[in-house]
């Protein structure tokens, strides 16, 4: 019986294989990518992997019903043509190469990770066994952006970088924050990991002289100064660099931080309109959130629904139910889940050949 998927994750730094059945996923096999990569380098490694995660579900590529492969980047057919962070400086064609060597290249699916990720809500995640329309996964990590099925295809007419969410812009005029994009006033420069950081620190600039008492500096310090041991004193202006979103939660938690809270509170506030918003554009039945940030689930986004919630006028209709919103429970796996997912679910809609 051909029941198991061999799924691909790659991001700019690592590349993760597993096999996973419509149940379960077996144990992912991971590899960092090097420092200067070629593409037949990366194809190369990506083979290796597959057969190391074969070998570890006990079961070959005979068994399987297809692959599926998510990475960050532009995608064409099977052709990664750019990939943000990724040491390959040319096209990428692993997920090909992959296909061909198992036999399985006209069932080999690919796309970008966000795109992939969402393919997971409805096999694995919150909407499984539920029948669904519209299913939307907001990812919030170092960015933010949406992905959305529509009876579990894509939308159509979206591009691999056309459903920028994270830049909707939110707030105008000149106190709106910048964003890594080059504009002002994005989501993204609210409700990221980057975000959190940057209003840290624009918080700690506003009162320089105290720095040193400051538990966010404190925690960067420290953690900067645990990787850097022995490299002498740190400069302010480092530790001001090296001050992460993690350092801003951490403060919270441990003292109660009156700039974390304030950071906290400005995320829970955008997060919710951010929901809000995604609602009335989309109107999905169900909305998974996902990303390194989706770790502070209690201090964010549980509060986050909740204050939504309270206001169901503001994200819903006469004729639009407010939809289920939940943080997901794949964790850092959803990229593997969604990749696999693809084939299953292309496998459901008759398009797997
Ligand atoms: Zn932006």
């Known amino acids: 019986m051909q029941e198991e998927v061999l799924c691909y994750d790659m991001g700019g730094k690592r590349i993760r294989a597993a096999v996973a059945t419509r149940g379960k996923l077996f144990p992912a096999v991971r590899a960092e990518l090097p420092e200067k990569c070629r593409n037949a380098e990366l194809s190369a490694l990506a083979v290796e992997l597959g057969r190391e995660a ?21 995608w064409e057919g099977l052709v990664i043509r750019f990939s943000p962070n990724n040491p390959v400086r040319e096209n990428i064609t692993a997920p090909r190469d992959v296909g061909k060597h198992f036999g399985l290249l006209r069932r080999t699916l690919g796309a970008n990770d966000l795109k992939a990720a969402v393919h997971a809500v409805p096999v694995y995640g919150h909407g499984k066994g539920k029948r669904l329309d519209i299913v939307a ?4 990590s170092d960015g933010n952006n949406i992905a959305i099925l529509n009876r579990n295809q894509p939308y159509p007419g979206y591009g691999d970088l056309s459903q920028e969410v994270g830049h909707a812009h939110i707030e105008h005029g000149p106190s709106a924050r910048w964003c890594g994009c080059g504009a002002q006033g994005c989501f993204e420069a609210y409700v990221s990991g980057t975000a959190a950081a940057n209003m840290a620190v ?26 850097n041991e022995g ?13 992460r979103a993690e350092h801003v939660y951490e403060a919270l938690a441990d003292s109660g931080d009156p700039i974390a809270q304030w950071v906290c509170d400005t995320q829970k506030f955008y997060i919710s309109q951010q929901l809000a918003h995604v609602c009335l554009h989309h109107r999905p039945q169900l909305i998974e959130l996902f990303g390194g940030l989706t770790h502070q689930r209690k201090l964010l986004f549980e509060p986050a629904i909740a204050e939504l919630s309270a206001h169901p006028a503001r994200y819903s209709s006469e004729n639009f139910q407010p939809p289920e919103i939940r943080v997901t429970d794949l964790g850092d796996d959803i990229g593997l889940y969604g990749a696999a997912s693809m084939v299953f679910l292309a496998k459901e809609a008759g398009i797997l050949k």
């Not at 996964?137 to 919030?140: D, F, G, K, L, R």
């Open 137 to 140: 996964a907001i990812t919030y």
């Open 202 to 227: 624009q918080a700690l600039l506003a009162n320089r002289t105290k720095l040193d008492e400051q538990p966010i500096f404190q925690i960067a310090k420290r953690r900067l100064a645990e990787k």
């Open 231 to 243: 490299t002498g004193p740190l400069a302010v202006e480092q530790i001001l660099c090296g001050v």
């Open 54 to 74: 074969l070998r570890k579900a006990r079961t070959s590529e005979k068994d399987l019903l297809g692959i599926g492969y998510g990475a960050a980047g532009e």
